[in-house]
């Protein structure tokens, strides 16, 4: 029989059934794989729709948040109905031309870097709860501050609300899962448009990140695209790696 004042939130304290525990690094590594794959096929941003908004999302976010962190303005985040997005930045020309090339690789490696923190707050529920907090309130947040299409300002702060809704009535062990997932989306969001991070042209928009990186870096795009890609991977099997370490 519990004590009177024990357990009032059964739901925000119930570990994950054995079954699920075992099976969570199974699946979280089957809906990487299958993520990139999708995203290779045509129809494959429509079956992932949340979650390719969501990569626009983190990528967008990676090139203006590293903007601020140099000192520059963060202008504005559009997000399109097709999964597209571009960010509208600009730094002083001092920072020329480190500066645009550490902006450029944000986009692409700003995600994997903040999916890996997603993954690593799994270790422990108090971080876990509030890293999605923290999550969706940025959602909201940019929102508010950078967001400025209509597409946008309706699909970014739907993400925000449903990942608050986790952070706050979801039971323990799947807010353990929703935060690794989330972090897997975030690393492999790099593949978003894998044919974009192995070109140099970014249609009307002029150079790609990695063609950005070629101009300010000098070795060519498809290094850097290459380079990008395989470190995103490191990363998350890195970070999987740790959070399922046995203690």
Sequence with gaps: MREPGKDLHPHLTTEAPPAVERMGLTWLITAAIATIVLWQIPSGDY??????????????????????????????????????????????????????????????????????????????????????????????????????????LLAVPILGIIILGFALKAPQWMQEFAIQFLGVQACVSTYHQINYLFSYNAGPLGLSDTGQMQKYLLLPYWFWGGLMAIASLVILAQSLRIAYRSE
């Excluded at 550490?102 to 903040?114: D, E, K, Q, T, Y």
């Excluded at 690593?120 to 890293?131: D, H, K, M, V």
Aim: no cysteine; aromatic share 12%; hydrophobic share 55%.
């Design 47 to 152: 079956i992932l729709y949340p979650f390719s908004i969501l990569a626009t999302w983190f990528h967008e976010m990676g090139h203006g948040l590293m903007a601020l962190l140099l000192g520059g303005k963060f202008h504005q985040l559009q997000i399109f109905s097709n999964g597209s997005g571009v960010a509208s930045y600009s730094i002083s020309r001092a920072l020329w031309p480190i500066g645009p090339a550490v902006i450029a690789a944000a986009g692409p490696m700003g995600p994997p870097l903040a999916g890996a923190g997603l993954i690593l707050a799994s270790r422990s529920f108090s971080i876990t709860s509030l890293s999605l907090k923290i999550l969706g309130g940025v959602l909201l947040l940019s929102t508010l501050l950078w967001v400025r299409s209509w597409f946008g």
